[in-house]
Antibody
């Protein structure tokens, strides 16, 4: 079955760190750019970060720069998001999603999403 | 950063009616505009990519148009399952950005 499954979300104190994982199955993970998108409770979608295929180059939203790091392990078909210096405003459901078209080329629209993992930043 | 402004914020319509949703970009995104549908408790679902291309499995009542800065998602005749929130996203420039969403609710 083609799917993405996020994990790692939990309650964390402000200033803390967390690592999210996204396990992919049913497709050739190493051929697709991947992204993280978050959604604060009752709010809209916010793009967070993306990682390309091949050179693993990365992009970040301004809100994530310097605090979050996206990475991938193609041998384990897994995407990661390391989040440091967490703030209350980082509280959200974090989704991973797959680019719709395999590399080469950049096709940053997303045809497969996970169910999300909830990160709560609170003391 | 390219800002996407969706209007209206809420659209109250009855089943069978036509829905017209707008997404305006703060600068040209060429045709690189995507539409998603999200229902409560679910992940987003891609409907339209690159302004006017329907994704696999999306019913023909959904259509997209536009280029540059002005885009429209049209649902020709609303079915009960179409009441949801719709987001646009641009892939023209980094950072990727989403619009604030339009909620299509039952009148």
């Amino acid at each position: 079955e083609v799917q993405l499954l996020e994990s790692g979300g939990t309650l964390v104190q402000p200033g803390g760190s967390l690592r999210l994982s996204c396990a992919a199955s049913g497709f050739t993970f190493s051929s697709y750019g991947m992204t993280w998108v978050r959604q604060a409770p009752g709010k809209g979608l916010e793009w967070v970060s993306a990682i390309r295929v091949g050179d693993d180059s990365t992009h970040y939203a301004e809100s994530a720069k310097g605090r979050f790091t996206v990475s991938r392990d193609n041998s384990k078909n897994t995407l990661f998001l390391q989040m440091n210096r967490l703030r209350a405003e980082d509280t959200a459901v974090y989704y991973c999603a797959k680019s719709a078209v395999a590399a080469p080329g950049d096709y940053w629209h997303f045809d497969l999403w996970g169910r999300g993992t909830l990160v709560t930043v609170s003391s | 950063e390219i800002v996407l402004t969706q209007s209206p914020a809420t659209l109250s319509l009855s089943p069978g009616e036509r829905a017209t949703l707008s997404c305006r970009a703060s600068q040209s995104v060429n045709i690189y505009l995507i539409w998603y549908q999200q229902k409560p408790g679910q992940a987003p679902r891609r409907l339209i990519y690159d302004a006017s291309n329907r994704a696999t499995g999306v019913p023909a009542r959904f259509s997209g148009s536009g280029s540059g800065t002005d885009f429209t998602l049209t649902i020709s005749s609303l079915e009960p399952e179409d009441f949801a929130v719709y987001y646009c996203q641009q892939r023209s420039n980094w950072p990727l950005t989403f619009g604030g969403g339009t909620k299509v609710e039952i009148k």
